[in-house]
Antibody, heavy 115, light 108 residues
Framework: QVRLQESGPGLMKPSETLSLTCTVS????????WSWFRQPPGKGLEWIGY???????NYNPSLNSRVTISIDMSKSQFSLKLSSVTAADTAVYYC?????????WGQGNLVTVSS | EIVLTQSPGTLSLSPGEGATLSCRAS???????LAWYQQKSGQAPRLLIY???SRAAGIPDRFSGSGSGTDFTLTISRLEPEDFAVYYC?????????FGGGTKVEIK
């Protein structure tokens, strides 16, 4: 059974760097691409980017300059870093499997940016 | 970037009725690389359809997808109580991956 679990802070201050980790179980992290998404409260979904075990990445141009996604095969984890956050980055952040359509999702991690 | 526009914004229906949800793309989605998701309040999205018309594992056959080019449809043949939710389309024919704004199917 494939499971993804996000972990990270729930509250941040403006200008800080958001760091989230997704732990994968039930699937080999080297066999797929892995993605991050976000959903502001009451709004729609936004794809942030994906990573492959080879290290290749692809990011949404709307966030490209602030985003880094990395992978740690030894821990079966992949991570998201988003720099210089503002209130507009307040959202539920999800991790997911694949880079085309997304067949497994984590339960989500609400991140609130507030001074 | 491909913009996906979903309509209607809200669909008010009764259990047992059929539902037709539309997703229109700002440019052609190559090879019908379009997916549909269901999201219930407080939960992660759930993949329903990929490749415009292929049901994901475990999805009941009352859900079906169709379309090509710029116009796609998700049909729910007979609404069950658990089908009332928000539905999103998503294209993966080009980068960045983009989602539609969603259609809420609510109980009338």
């Amino acid at each position: 059974q494939v499971r993804l679990q996000e972990s990270g802070p729930g509250l941040m201050k403006p200008s800080e760097t958001l760091s989230l980790t997704c732990t994968v179980s039930g699937a080999s992290i080297s066999s797929y691409y892995w993605s991050w998404f976000r959903q502001p409260p009451g709004k729609g979904l936004e794809w942030i980017g994906y990573v492959h075990y080879s290290g290749s990445t692809n990011y949404n141009p709307s966030l490209n300059s602030r985003v880094t996604i990395s992978i740690d095969m030894s821990k079966s984890q992949f991570s998201l870093k988003l720099s210089s956050v503002t209130a507009a980055d307040t959202a539920v952040y999800y991790c997911g499997r694949r880079r085309d359509f997304f067949d497994y999702w984590g339960q989500g991690n609400l991140v609130t940016v507030s001074s | 970037e491909i913009v996906l526009t979903q309509s209607p914004g809200t669909l008010s229906l009764s259990p047992g009725e059929g539902a037709t949800l539309s997703c229109r793309a700002s440019q052609s989605v190559s090879s019908s690389l379009l997916a549909w998701y269901q999201q219930k309040s407080g939960q992660a999205p759930r993949l329903l359809i990929y490749g415009a018309s292929s049901r994901a594992a475990g999805i009941p056959d009352r859900f079906s997808g169709s379309g090509s080019g710029t116009d796609f449809t998700l049909t729910i043949s007979r609404l069950e109580p658990e089908d009332f939710a928000v539905y999103y389309c998503q294209q993966y024919g080009s980068s960045p991956r983009t989602f539609g704004g969603g259609t809420k199917v609510e109980i009338k």
